[in-house]
């Protein structure tokens, strides 16, 4: 059943907390601004969706390794990557709410009125004035245009706006405990440095050879200033992402096939490929030759899940240049020392948890063979990155049932995440089940005793058939396979 894009996206929130998945962070203190935890299904997911690109990462490829470097770095690092000058978003506040906004978002929602309203060609032309206005810093333009195309505040309804203003995202904090000795630091706002700054560490210690890549999983943080949209922009969040080492001069070659790389790693996941579509940037972060987004259809629109992104020698020549320290490699097959040239691929965890949110979640109707109507909510999570792979249901709680469900678990368990069930009507569990996403339900009922045979339920077709119970772990094996 297709629901309104809005009510859906409201639904998914809901069903994410009700049943464990995402909850406000301090919740019982009214919560905190663009901060979540993840419960007990939520933080499973996560933790499989983080394995699987892991997994992907390094497993599958020879020539990739990974590293967890700390979240607290040198405060240097943060001046030669550029963050320190250049990590900062335009802003302009409106005068009467008090509210502030990123200027491309309000202008970008003014877009999304005009193309609703069927003005498509000024919808168009006006982003492209917006982008190349942003590529130049021209914010007095840029008011103007705000301000001659009438763009309001959504809470105090006026045009009263302050100039447009740039605001450093990086958090900051104090090293050390004496007072006036403190250093300050900052909460890496990516996870990239981590490596940079260890690429020789890895490289001689991992004895690896151009065309490489370190690959890393950690926290980031930004204080993002208009931060909504549930789990989409938060101010703590979970970065995957990999730096791949090139020779100079090949980057073009490097960024087109890690851009096709990443988008078949998603269509992997079974999401339709016209879910998915490139964004080409016209306005290059600080650090970048070319760069795109892979974008999803979330039910807010089409908005970046991932970034792939050509940084050049940018980061290794400046911590090359502020620390002192050589960070060149010597390409033995050309005879030559250089400093690497970088392709990133960048993806937010919170942000690929939210995709499979939104793609699994589906409100089902249907007219059943007597007649009447039945409904499910169901999570079509792939299986591979499920919570729970298997429920194992005995029909009673007696005549030795639970006693040869237990038996199924401790089979199963050491190989994939089990649940046991006993309480309520059958029919109530497999709703359960199908709620938080588990593609395969057991159920032991008498027959079991007689023949061990088992009922096998799929989550997505319903469909139910009998199999030994001795053959459920090898067929659920093959199933989950990578
Ligand atoms: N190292 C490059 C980099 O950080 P980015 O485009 O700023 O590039 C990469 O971020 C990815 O991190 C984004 O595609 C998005 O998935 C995720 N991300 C960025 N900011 C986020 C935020 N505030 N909340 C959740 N995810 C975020």
């Known amino acids: 059943m297709s629901l309104p894009q809005e009510n859906r996206f409201q639904a998914i929130i809901s069903h994410a907390k009700e049943y464990g998945f995402v909850f406000q962070s301090s919740e019982i203190y009214d919560g905190l601004s663009a901060v979540y935890d993840y419960g007990p299904y939520g933080s499973e997911l996560k933790k499989n969706i983080r394995d699987y690109w892991w997994k992907s990462m390094t497993q599958m490829h020879e020539n990739i390794v990974g590293i967890d470097a700390a979240i607290f770095m040198h405060p240097t690092t943060w001046k030669a990557s550029g963050h320190v000058d250049n990590f900062s978003d335009p802003m302009i506040d409106n005068k009467d709410s008090k509210k502030r906004y ?25 982003l492209a004035t917006m982008d190349a206005l942003l590529a130049k810093d021209d ?3 840029l008011k103007q245009i705000i301000e001659t195309n009438k763009i309001s505040c959504s809470i105090s309804g006026t045009c009263n706006w302050t100039d447009i203003r740039q605001f450093n995202l990086m958090f900051s904090t104090q090293l050390g405990s004496v007072a006036g000795e403190a250093e300050t630091i900052y909460l890496r706002p990516e996870t990239a ?16 050879k151009i065309p490489f890549g370190i690959a890393q999983v950690g926290k980031a943080f930004r204080n993002e200033i208009v931060a909504r949209q549930f789990i989409f922009r938060m ?11 090139i020779r100079p001069g090949s980057q073009k070659e490097w960024y087109e096939y890690w851009k096709e790389e990443r988008l078949k790693w998603h269509l992997s996941l079974g999401t339709p490929a016209e879910k998915y579509r490139f964004h080409n940037h016209t306005k290059l972060a600080h650090y970048a030759d070319a760069a795109l987004d892979i974008e999803y259809d979330f039910p807010i629109g089409f908005k970046e899940v991932e970034g792939i992104h050509s940084r050049t020698d940018f980061d290794l020549s400046n911590h090359q240049k502020y620390s002192g320290k050589k960070l060149t490699y010597f390409d033995t097959e050309i005879n030559q020392h250089y400093v690497p040239y970088v392709i990133e691929t960048s993806i937010g965890l919170d942000r690929m948890f939210l995709l499979i949110l939104s793609q699994s979640y589906d409100e089902e109707k249907w007219i059943k063979d007597d007649g009447k109507e039945d409904s499910r909510v169901v999570m079509h999570i792939p299986e591979k990155i499920a919570p729970i792979k298997l429920a194992v249901l ?13 038996e199924i678990i401790n089979v199963c368990r050491p190989y994939f995440r089990c649940f046991y ?23 032991v009922d008498h027959q079991t005793k007689e023949d061990g045979t088992v009922t ?9 058939e009998r199999i030994h119970k001795s053959d459920i ?6 199933l989950l396979l990578f």
Do not use: W
């Open 394 to 406: 005995p029909l009673l709680k007696k005549d030795g049932l639970p006693e040869i469900a237990r």
């Open 139 to 141: 914010f007095a333009t």
């Open 193 to 208: 440095q981590g490596i940079f700054v260890n690429f020789l560490n890895v490289q001689k210690t991992a004895r690896l």
């Open 456 to 464: 096998l339920r799929y989550r997505d077709s319903m469909k139910q």
């Open 102 to 126: 990123r200027v491309d978002h309000l202008i970008e929602a003014y877009v999304e009125k005009l193309k609703a309203a069927g003005k498509t060609d000024e919808a168009g032309s006006l």
């Open 421 to 443: 069930e006993e309480k309520d009507a059958i029919g109530k569990r497999y709703r359960r089940q199908d709620a938080i996403g588990t593609p395969f339900c057991v159920t």
């Open 473 to 478: 772990k090898d067929k659920l094996l093959n």
């Open 235 to 245: 101010r703590e969040f979970e970065q995957m992402e990999m730096q791949f080492f």
